[in-house]
């Protein structure tokens, strides 16, 4: 099956960047659509952002557009998010996961999510 492993969290003023990582080990993601969640304290998990197979289509939560891309690299089996001009609310354990549309949510299609990494904007 997949592991997923977030990577690039850390510790950013705001107004900063930071640029994550997601590596998917087990067996290869190429052909999937994968997504960024995110987790703030007190909050549901929210979509983010999510790319197609080939990396030609993405969508961003209204939240982030303009501030955050997401990319991958379907030879490294890795999917980006890199975030600029980070605000505190973008505090969050960041997640990914292939992307699955459900109505009109975008959820993690693989019940096992991985343990995110921590992003943490101070003011």
């Known amino acids: 099956q997949v592991h997923l492993v977030e990577s690039g969290g850390g510790l950013v003023q705001a107004g900063g960047s930071l640029s994550l990582a997601c590596t998917a080990s087990?067996?290869?993601?190429?052909?999937?659509?994968m997504g960024w969640f995110r987790q703030a304290p007190g909050h549901e998990r929210e979509f983010v952002a999510t790319?197609?197979?080939?990396?030609?289509?993405?969508t961003y939560a209204d939240s982030v557009k303009g501030r955050f891309t997401i990319s991958r690299d379907n030879a490294k089996n890795t999917v980006y998010l890199q975030m600029n001009s980070l605000k505190p609310e973008d505090t969050a354990v960041y997640y990914c996961?292939?992307?699955?549309?459900?109505?009109?949510?975008?959820?993690?299609?693989?019940?096992?999510w991985g343990q995110g990494t921590l992003v943490t904007v101070s003011s």
């Open positions: 996961n292939v992307a699955v549309v459900a109505g009109t949510k975008v959820l993690g299609g693989l019940e096992v």
């Open positions: 087990g067996r290869t993601v190429s052909n999937y659509a």
């Open positions: 790319i197609n197979w080939s990396g030609g289509i993405t």
